[in-house]
């Protein structure tokens, strides 16, 4: 290292990759919300020793306790970390320190037990998202090292829960105002070229369908509820159809997003259902997600009067529905100077050009897009096996971020700097097509 040029960037990453398994160690796994702690406690030291400022945010232990009432109380930490420069503009980072369960029987190795094999680190979060943690982590390490300062100051949250409702996690650290700053990078929802500028929202139901109950050996007495559901499903399939065709967005990068509807995720009959009893009551999930240039309120009015249209065809369909969640679609226009920065630096380092994209899942972007309206984009490494056995993450990939991450620190001042106005490769963007 001291042989290196003054303020040239030079990522370590022996220190990265030692940060990394530290982290995947520690099985914070998600559901219950293992290790937090620790983990938290881990992690604002990594800040410290990568010169910020630290500190843990703890979620009062009424609260877990009132959301998880029965049970073993698995307490829940945000890591809030910041550098000041003294700089016109904040920049926020954002990582999730939960994973989600592993076996170990399908794994090489365990999935605590992290492993580098021919350049991969292996073990669960390797891929999502310790890795891009101990990515973000060492840019910020490397941009201090290299003596000239970012042009931004940082701000960085570490925050758990994403992989179940990030209801302790970015939606607290959101709601409790405790984000300053002007915009977000999510450090996950786009690898390579792709870079995330927006996901389709959701929209969950329960639908109940009633029935009669009666004895298995005398069905005509009641009233199937299963029988009469599946009158409903099949309608939905046609309804889902007829949003395909109805409500599209055309992506930045040209792909086309549609709404969709995933019915029955979760189907249970009700009231005790046994096989020698007419089931009595169902319940089935239906999942609706909403493209950026939907309204959320139109779509949920839709498939209640949609559902109300079948009710009055099919003789006797007595149907409850019941909405359990909604986010929001969110989109931050590829075309704004944050993003176009990020793109043009990720084109120098990695040689491709970049691609602005929606997903179609939803992630934490919306928390920092849609609640706290901050130009948004998510970005980090891609990995192999993400929530699967032998999850794992090319260190070389690992270290492209991280200086990804670094350039854009030193080189982006803010929107001013670029300018609001759009002027070469101007990416097009069609909000909506064919609705
Ligand atoms: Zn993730």
New binding site residues.
């Given amino acids: 290292m001291s042989a290196e040029a003054p303020n040239t960037l030079a990522i370590d990453r022996e220190a990265m990759v030692h940060r990394a398994a530290e982290l995947i160690r520690l099985s914070t796994i998600n559901p219950p919300g293992n290790r937090y702690l620790e983990c938290a406690r881990l992690l604002a030291r990594q800040c410290r020793e990568a010169g910020m400022k630290a500190r843990i945010v703890r979620i009062p232990d009424e609260a877990v306790r009132r959301r998880f009432p029965d049970g073993k109380l698995y307490p829940r930490a945000i890591v809030l970390a910041r550098w000041d420069v003294g700089a016109r503009r904040t920049v926020h980072f954002n990582g ?1 320190y939960d994973v989600v369960p592993a076996a170990s029987e399908g794994w090489r190795f365990g999935p605590f037990e992290p492993r580098l094999e021919d350049g991969w680190l292996y073990g669960r979060g390797a891929a ?2 310790k890795g891009a943690i101990a990515s973000l982590l060492e840019a910020v390490s490397a941009v201090r090292r290299s003596g000239a300062g970012p042009a931004v100051n940082v701000e960085v949250s570490f925050t758990p829960d ?2 179940t409702d990030s209801v302790f996690g970015a939606q607290w650290l959101v709601a409790e105002r405790l984000v300053r700053a002007d915009y977000a990078i999510i450090c ?1 929802g786009g690898h390579g070229s792709r870079i995330g500028c927006g996901h389709n929202g959701v929209l969950w139901f329960e639908v109940e369908v009633r029935g009669k109950a009666a004895h298995g050996s005398q069905p005509r007495e009641g009233v199937n509820a299963v029988e009469q559901m599946s009158r409903l499903v099949i309608e939905l399939t046609d309804y889902a159809r007829q949003l395909e065709r109805q409500h599209r967005f055309r992506n930045p990068d040209g792909r086309l997003r549609t709404a969709t509807i995933n019915v029955g995720g979760v189907t249970t009959t009700l009231d005790g259902a046994k096989i020698n009893t007419v089931p009595a009551g169902v319940m089935f999930t239906v999942d609706r997600r909403v493209v950026p240039s939907e309204s959320i309120e139109e779509a949920e009015a839709d498939f209640r009067a949609f559902v109300r249209g079948v009710c009055r065809r099919v003789r006797g369909l007595d149907v409850e529905v019941r909405k359990i969640d909604e986010h929001a679609a969110t989109y931050t226009d590829p075309r704004h100077p944050f993003l176009r920065k990020f793109g043009s630096i990720l084109e120098k380092v990695c040689g491709e050009r970049p691609r602005f994209t929606v997903s179609s899942g939803f992630n934490d972007s919306f928390f920092f897009a849609g609640e706290a309206g901050l130009p948004t984009l998510g970005w980090g490494p891609g990995g192999e096996n993400c929530h699967g056995d032998d999850e794992r993450v090319q260190v070389a990939e690992l270290a492209r971020v991280a200086e990804v991450y670094a350039r854009f620190l030193r080189e982006f001042a803010g929107a001013g700097e670029a300018g609001a106005a759009v002027a070469e490769r101007q990416v097009t963007v069609e909000r909506s097509v064919g609705s």
Wanted: charged letters at 65%; glycine letters at 0%.
């Fill in positions: 999730h999502d998202m994403e992989e996950e």
